[in-house]
C-alpha cells in the first residue's frame, strides 16, 4: 500500500504563493504517477496537475501559468508550486498516487485559503 501525506497548505493573501508537498512511502513501485487534485465545499474535486514518471506535466486551463508540479525522485515527494494566487484557488488540495495496476491512492488534504 502507498500512503500520502501533504503538507503546506495556509492561508495566503491573494496574489501570493505557496508551495505544497506530498511525501509518499509504503510499496513505492510501479507508481507511474502522480497529481494534484483539490474541492472546494459544494463543488466536485478536479484536477490540478499531473506528473509522470518521465517528467511529464499537465495543467487545466485555470491554473496553467500559475502552478508548477515538480518531484524529488531521491525523497519520493511530490510538489505544486502555486504563484499568483487567487481566492477561487481556494480549497482542500489533495495528492494522488496511481500504480501501472491503476491502483490509486489519496492523501488525507491540505487546506489552502486565498483572501482578498
Known amino acids: 500500500q502507498v500512503q500520502l501525506v501533504e503538507s503546506g497548505g495556509g492561508l495566503v493573501q491573494a496574489g501570493g504563493s505557496l508551495r505544497l508537498s506530498c511525501r509518499a512511502s509504503g510499496s513505492l513501485l510501479r507508481i507511474n504517477g502522480m497529481g494534484w487534485y483539490r474541492q472546494a465545499p459544494g463543488k466536485e474535486r478536479e484536477l490540478v496537475a499531473t506528473?509522470?514518471?518521465?517528467?511529464?506535466?499537465n495543467y487545466p486551463d485555470s491554473v496553467k501559468g500559475r502552478f508548477t508540479i515538480t518531484t524529488d525522485i531521491a525523497k519520493n515527494t511530490v510538489f505544486l508550486r502555486m504563484n499568483s494566487l487567487k481566492p477561487e484557488d481556494t480549497a482542500v488540495y489533495y495528492c494522488n498516487a496511481e500504480k501501472t495496476s491503476m491502483a490509486t491512492y489519496w492523501g488525507q488534504g491540505t487546506q489552502v485559503t486565498v483572501s482578498s
Open positions: 506528473i509522470t514518471r518521465a517528467g511529464s506535466t
